[in-house]
């Protein structure tokens, strides 16, 4: 499927067993993208806006001794009829700082030099302003380029088991769950305009 500003891709994972992965692609331009990360990871405000959750609560933090790492257990609404179903996972999420380098630059002496008269190859004068126009040409083009700092949100998770949250007859277990989130500022940390790739597959 493809809008303006997204793109969602479905691949069958296992063969017949109904198992899908996705990956979307996405740009924003009106949202922060320090906030959307946060949206991800808050599961109180998850429960305020997303009719679909029968539950999402946490079960430890800090799992295996990782600082902010964290077990879940989330159970989505299913329509009368069908059984809920219920994940328990284990997320990890961490943000980077990204400084980007400008573009390697062009060998401007291969493609913008100046067009000489064969007779005028060997002059000193000629080779003089060969080079001036060549270190105009570069610092033209540097003056025109801009170092951004940008920050990169990465959001890890995967299915996993946990003594403390059992199955139930309630709710069908999804045992084979996994799902990695980058995002990704493209203007500056604190501007709004930002990518997302999304990545899951799901055991419906």
């Known amino acids: 499927m493809e809008a303006e500003d997204v793109i969602i ?19 924003y331009p009106e949202v922060n993208a320090r906030d959307f990360a946060a949206v991800q990871l808050d599961g109180a405000y998850r429960r305020a806006w997303d009719a679909a ?24 609404l299913w329509p009368r009829l069908f059984a809920n179903r219920d994940y328990v996972y284990i997320r990890r999420h961490k943000e980077f ?15 913008d030099s100046p067009k000489l008269n064969p007779n005028e190859m060997t002059s000193v004068h000629a080779k003089a302003k060969r080079k001036a126009m060549e270190n ?3 610092e033209r083009e540097d003056s025109r380029r801009e ?13 996993c088991e946990h003594p403390d ?16 989130i980058v ?11 930002y990518s997302l790739i999304g990545i899951n597959g799901v055991m419906m």
Do not use: C, M
């Open 97 to 111: 700082d990204v400084h980007n380098e400008p573009l390697t630059r062009t060998d401007k002496a291969n493609v």
């Open 53 to 76: 959750v029968a539950a999402l609560a946490v079960v430890q933090r800090s799992a295996n001794g990782v600082q902010g790492q964290t077990v879940l257990h989330w159970e989505v």
């Open 183 to 193: 995002v990704k500022t493209l203007e500056g940390a604190d501007k709004v305009a």
């Open 9 to 27: 891709w479905r691949k069958e994972y296992k063969i017949g067993q109904g198992l899908y992965a996705y990956k979307v692609y996405g740009r």
């Open 147 to 159: 170092f951004v700092d940008n920050k990169v949100y990465i959001i890890v998770s995967r299915s």
């Open 165 to 180: 949250v059992p199955e139930t007859k309630h709710a069908i277990r999804v045992v084979e769950y996994w799902s990695h």
């Open 136 to 138: 105009y040409e570069r």
